[in-house]
Each structure stands twice: as structure tokens, then as C-alpha cells.
């Protein structure tokens, strides 16, 4: 319901996602994805001990960064957090990885970061439909 309600508020702006907050203000996940965010190097993403959907594409960008040696922070964040941060990205099944080009008007984008995980992410997938083919 949150995420639908969302979506409704989020008619009439450019705006394709939105950040979803918790009753507290933090942000917990867009309206139909997971947020990330890079800070001095470190990725960041909201802990699942806030109401968030866990996500499957965000549990496999969770691995690829584990493997790749980037450091991962969960917590609790507030709108500004993400707004000031390096780079920023959303996750999905049907987006995967997708760069943040800005939060209330505030330009984020991509990066490096969000780059390797996004190419790791592709081939991620590539791999696993060639296992598909195989079978």
C-alpha cells in the first residue's frame, strides 16, 4: 500500500521513483525498489530492520560489492544522507541497476561504484542465462 500510495503522490512531477520514508523520517526503499547510496566510499543501504521488501536485486548487489572488496554500511538514513552523497542508485528486477539522477531536484548520479556493480550485476545475469540455455 505505501509503495502505491507513492506512486499516486508522485504524479505530476518528472520524478520516476520515490523515496519512501518510515514513520520516523528515515529513508526505508523507493516506492517499487531498494535504495543505495555512496559516501566517502562506502555503500549504504537502509537495514531490513526497517520495513523495506529485502529484495532479491538488492541481495545480489549486496554479494557482488562483498566480493569486490567495497565496503557496506546498513543503517538508518535520512533523505539528506542520500541527497548529499556521491553517487546513488536504485535496484530492481526489472531496473537492476539504476543510477539516481537526482533527489528533490539535488543532482546525485552514478559512479564508479555504481558502475562496477551494475557491469557485475550484467554479467551476473548473462551467467546465470547461459546456465538456462545449458539445461
Known sequence: LDGILARLERRGTDADECLVRDVEGAVAEGATSNVFFVDDGTLKTPSVTVPILPGVTRAVVLELAAERGIPVE?????????????????????????????????????GPTTDALADAFDRRVEACDGDADRS
Open 74 to 110: 546498513t543503517g538508518t538514513y535520512d533523505v539528506e544522507a542520500v541527497r548529499a552523497a556521491d553517487e546513488a542508485f536504485l535496484t530492481n528486477t526489472t531496473w537492476e541497476v539504476r543510477p539516481v539522477a537526482a533527489v528533490d531536484g539535488v543532482a546525485v548520479g552514478g
